[in-house]
Structures are given as C-alpha cells and as structure tokens.
C-alpha cells in the first residue's frame, strides 16, 4: 500500500468549462477504520458529464459537492481491509468512491462486481451506470417496440453506444448521431447503427429527412439544444422522446430549450426526463441480460482509459471537446 492518499477536493465553482483552479490535488494519511467500514484501494474512476451538473450551485437530484469536499464520483477498486461484516479483503466492489485512490466506506450504495464476468473497468462502463441508463431509459422509458426508427444523439459516448447496440438488438432501425467522421464510421462499421450523422459537419435536420423518412418513433436525447430541436422537427406519431442529458448545455448560464416542443401535440408523442438511479432495485437483473449480451457478442463495450489520477481535470474535459470514444475512465 502507498503511505498516502491522492485526492481531488472541489476549490471554487467553475463559470463555464470547469479549469484547473478549480480543483485542489492534495496528499493525505490514508484513512484508518472502526467498526462497520472498510477500505477500498480504487483502481479506475468513472468520470461523467453528470460532474459538471454536481458541482453546480442550486437545486438538483443531488446536493452539489460542497467547497472543499473530494470531488463526488463513480469507481472500482479491491477492498484491502475490513472491519464490515459483509465485505472481506480481496472483494471487488463498484461505488461512489470519489476521486481519490483509497476510500473508507460503510457499504451504502456499494456493489460486489466480480473480475470473472467483465474486466473491472466495464462494471463502470456497459455493466455500470451508464449501460443500466441505456438499458432501462430505452427498454422502459422510451418504451422500445420492434420496428422502430430510433435516434441517439452522443451515439459514440458511453450512454449512446449502448442505447444504439441495445435497439438493434431488439430489431430495429438506429441513426446515430456524433461529432466527426471517425465516430461516424466507428458506430456504423463497428457497432452496427444503420446511419451515423455528424453533426459537426452535416444539416442535422436535413439529414435526419433523409435517413428518417417515415420520422422518428423514439429519440433518445443525451445532448439538448439544437439537436434536440431538429428531432423535434421530424418525429412520427405517437414518438417517444427520452431526456437521458443535455450536454450541450451543462456548462452554459442559459440553458436553451426547445423551440419546436409544438411537434409533441401534433404527433401525440411524449417527452420524459429520467434517472438511473430510480431503477435500482432492478439493476441486477439487467446486469444479467447484458452480461449475456456481451459473453455472446451481440454488444460490445468500449472503455476509453486515461492512466493516472493528477490528470482527472484535464481528462474531464474531454467528455465536453468530445475526444473520447466510448465510457471515459481515468485509471488511478
Ligand atoms: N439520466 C440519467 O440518469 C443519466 C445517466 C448517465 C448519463 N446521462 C447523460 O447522458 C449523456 C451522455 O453521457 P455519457 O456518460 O455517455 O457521456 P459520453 O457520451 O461518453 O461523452 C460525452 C459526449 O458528448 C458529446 N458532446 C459534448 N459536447 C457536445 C455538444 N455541445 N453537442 C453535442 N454533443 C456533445 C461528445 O461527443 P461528440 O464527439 O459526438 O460531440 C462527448 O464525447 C449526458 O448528457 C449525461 O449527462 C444521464
């Protein structure tokens, strides 16, 4: 074990993208225990658009991360002593670790994954939280029927691959939406979307005409603003628009809604927002599936890891220049 731990604690409130002033790196005694914890040496942190929203003042589903707290975050690690009666030494566990390369934990909210099914980064990926957002928001929330026209936005993230694999899957045609050529080409030739549009460098309404032409029957929204609103223009009757995020708007002031919500009453179509976190009493179950899905190799997952702990401002970044591909994690 390393005699100290590495942390990163919140320092002042980002105005836009979040910068290195930000945050506070510091070396601190490892944690001892009592009764009732354990500690977990974390090997890989989960690093998501979610941050940007926990470290903003105001009303939320969360409370923010407060000044001066370890900033708030996803992860895995090994538990490398107990005194809790229901984890031992050696157990592999997913959490809300932080950032930070030991943490102390009484066990709340704390699963058992184990390193036979999936390598230890994939229960933060496919099988972690943003797989499980992807599974119940498209199966449940979007309520996926065969024959569908889906739509992803964020296709080549860690949410919209797998919301893309899952639809097709279950048989229907998918469009997925990304920013630049090599994404386009990875969800299309790699992950088997039907049609890829990058929005970088395409009329996103123009191009959803195209590939859409009898509309959208369920848009599965991970990015808001102007995206969203081009969806808006071209859904079929009674289509389904799921509000998984809008990460086009996380670090703005003003966040810019719909303007073409109108198409909702013309088509009867729905919009709904949800959480990932409302369905964990049935998460296990859908570890299951996709654990079957992945051994048999009707999806896949992909893990984009960033190697060392001091670099989780600049890495945090990339979900928002849009430089990784697939689930972005930062290795301790
Ligand atoms: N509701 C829930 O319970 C829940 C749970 C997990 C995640 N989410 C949400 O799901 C969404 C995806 O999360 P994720 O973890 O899978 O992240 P991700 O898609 O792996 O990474 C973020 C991606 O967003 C894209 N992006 C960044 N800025 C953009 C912009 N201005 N316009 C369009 N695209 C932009 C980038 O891809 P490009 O290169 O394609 O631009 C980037 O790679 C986020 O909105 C997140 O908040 C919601």
Redesign the pocket.
Known sequence: MQSKNRQFKLASRPNGLPNDMNWSFSEEPIPSLIDGEFLVKVKYISL???MR?WIREGKSYTPPVKIGEIMRALGVGEVIESKHSGFAVGDFVSGIFGVQAYAKSKGDMVNKVYPTIAPLPVFLSALG??GL?AYF?LLDVGELKSNDTVVV????????MMVGQIAKLKGNKVIG????KD?CKYIVDELGFDAAID??NENVKQALQKQCPNGIDLYFD????D?LDDALSQLAMHARVVI?????Q?NSTTIKGPANYLSLLVNRATMK?????DYSQKFPQAIKEMAAWIASGKIQSKEDIVVGIEKFPSTLL???????????ILEV
């Not at 927002?273 to 976190?277: E, S």
């Not at 990339?318 to 972005?328: A, C, H, I, V, Y």
């Open positions: 998501d658009p979610a929203g939280m943003t957002t928001g936005s964020g296709a080549a993230g860690a949410v919209g939406i990304a920013g630049g994404k929005y970088k991970n990015v808001g603003g995206i998984c995020g809008a990460i086009s996380y927002g949800f959480l990932v976190f990339k979900l928002f220049s849009g430089e990784n591909t697939g689930k972005l």
